[in-house]
């Protein structure tokens, strides 16, 4: 099993303000994925990386690979109350077919 | 317009009496994955299949096994669920293994064990 550690394991922030979540590993990753998870639901994919060094944007997100692959990170800027969930990273080990989560980020947006 | 779909929604089982959870999908993906969610975890892979082939994960414990008759299908099976089993189970699919294959989750069950 191959650790992915987030950071902060709990953010709690008023409406608008920004917030970065990290995830690290010791383990190289073929390509990382960012869910976003309600309760009762399953995970929902917000984006993919493959490249290291990679950037995405999606409105108010922004996704960065790390250059050596091994971490990532997940910025959203004017954060509203719609975006609390809980926030999780999966890479995939480089021999393909697996995905093992990070610990979890769970955010909570107050209006 | 369900792409992974889960059965049923919610699962309630005594301790010991064995339990199938299932999840089929549209989507001809021919990787399926397992995960358990504890609460306020995060997903734990627990095994998946490539086409037949089975992959376990190394801590999986026994108890759990699974089937996939067909691409479409794919069980778990808990034998004996002990309250430690608790949990919501994820079935999520993902295309041939390819670098940056995406996963699609299913919606999950949740398992009560009493």
């Known amino acids: 099993t191959q650790l992915l550690e987030q950071s902060p394991q709990f953010l709690s922030i008023q409406e608008g303000e920004n917030l970065t979540v990290y995830c690290n590993s010791s383990?190289?990753?073929?390509?990382l994925q960012w869910y976003r998870q309600e309760p009762g639901e399953g995970p929902v994919l917000l984006v993919t990386?493959?490249?290291?060094?990679e950037v995405k944007k999606l409105k108010r997100l922004t996704f960065q690979f790390g250059d050596a692959r091994k971490d990532s990170s997940l910025h959203i800027t004017a954060a509203q109350p719609g975006d609390t969930g809980l926030y999780l990273c999966?890479?995939?080990?480089?021999?393909?077919?697996?995905?093992?989560f990070g610990t979890g980020t769970s955010l909570t947006v107050i209006p | 317009d369900a792409m992974v779909i889960q059965n049923p929604r919610y699962q309630v089982t005594q301790f010991g009496k064995p339990v199938t959870l299932s999840c089929s999908q549209t989507?001809?993906?021919?990787?399926m994955y397992w995960y358990q969610q504890k609460s306020s975890q995060a997903p734990k892979l627990l095994f998946h299949?490539?086409?037949?082939?089975?992959?376990n994960e190394a801590d999986t414990p026994d108890n759990f096994q699974s089937r996939r008759p067909n691409t479409s299908f794919c069980f778990l099976d808990i034998r004996s669920p002990g309250l430690g089993d608790a949990a919501m189970y994820l079935c999520?699919?993902?295309?041939?293994?390819?670098?940056?294959?995406?996963?699609?989750f299913g919606p999950g069950t949740r398992l009560t064990v009493l």
């Open positions: 999520a699919t993902s295309s041939d293994g390819t670098s940056g294959a995406e996963q699609f």
């Open positions: 383990s190289v990753f073929s390509s």
């Open positions: 990386v493959v490249t290291g060094g």
């Open positions: 999966a890479g995939e080990e480089e021999t393909g077919n697996q995905f093992y």
């Open positions: 989507l001809n993906h021919n990787v």
């Open positions: 299949y490539y086409d037949k082939d089975f992959n």
